[in-house]
């Protein structure tokens, strides 16, 4: 099976721009997490999406959004970018809903850098 | 507030010997447990779990212990190989309505492996 596909893999904008990341989950794998990683926070969870609805969210500003397509394929989009937003972006996927027991399948990454 | 800790950001072994990588937690809902590698540039990479209902999850060279009362964790490699080299997250994670999807992980630690 093809792991977690994430587009692209590097991007530069600037303060302002807005952007969207791209997340393909393993196939049958039906829930697809965001997390943001910098040196300063770590992991840190942004939203999950299952069923084209997002049933988490984590503790980040109304800028940082998503949506799950009905092949399971999610977007993120930041909008108003901050040079705080320079980071690691992760997709992951897991075959079942939460509540289950179930390991998270990472991506390799967005690398996002604001100028 | 920092859920799930790693208090060692660096550990150094020889070869062939037994690493030992700590985590503790603080939210008592948590009832699922992650190890995750990570290399530069790559999306970490699942290593091993262990539910609370189990107190330890053996996978080859790698054992999970979990202690409920302490709220503590432990990764055991061995026998420890270069290969291993990479940085290690903890995650915890809680069942739920509100935990959908959601990983919370630790600062990491940098694990070196000697020849």
């Known amino acids: 099976k093809a792991g977690v596909t994430q587009t692209p893999r590097y991007l530069i904008k600037t303060r302002g721009q807005q952007v969207t990341l791209s997340c393909s989950p393993i196939s049958g794998h039906r829930s697809v997490s965001w997390y943001q990683q910098t040196p300063g926070q770590g992991l840190q969870f942004l939203f999950e999406y299952f069923s084209e609805t997002q049933r988490n969210k984590g503790n980040f500003p109304g800028r940082f959004s998503g949506r799950q397509f009905s092949n399971s394929r999610s977007e993120m989009n930041v909008s108003t970018l901050e040079l705080g937003d320079s980071a690691l972006y992760l997709c992951a996927s897991s075959p079942t809903s939460g509540g289950d027991y179930n390991e998270q399948f990472f991506g390799p990454g967005t690398r996002l850098t604001v100028l | 507030d920092q859920q799930v800790k790693q208090n060692s950001p660096s550990l150094s072994v020889q070869e062939g010997r037994i690493s030992i990588l700590n985590c503790d937690y603080t939210?008592?809902?948590?009832?699922?447990f992650l190890w995750y590698k990570k290399y530069p540039a790559e999306g970490p990479t699942f290593l091993i779990s262990i539910s609370s209902i189990k107190d330890k999850n053996e996978d080859g060279r790698f054992t999970v212990f979990l202690n409920k009362s302490a709220k503590h964790l432990s990764l055991h490699i061995v026998p420890s190989q270069p290969g291993d080299s990479a940085v290690y997250f903890c995650?915890?994670?809680?069942?739920?309505?509100?935990?959908?999807?959601?990983?919370?992980f630790g600062q990491g630690t940098i694990l070196t492996v000697h020849p």
């Open positions: 995650a915890a994670s809680a069942s739920g309505g509100t935990s959908y999807g959601k990983l919370t």
């Open positions: 939210n008592s809902m948590f009832d699922y």
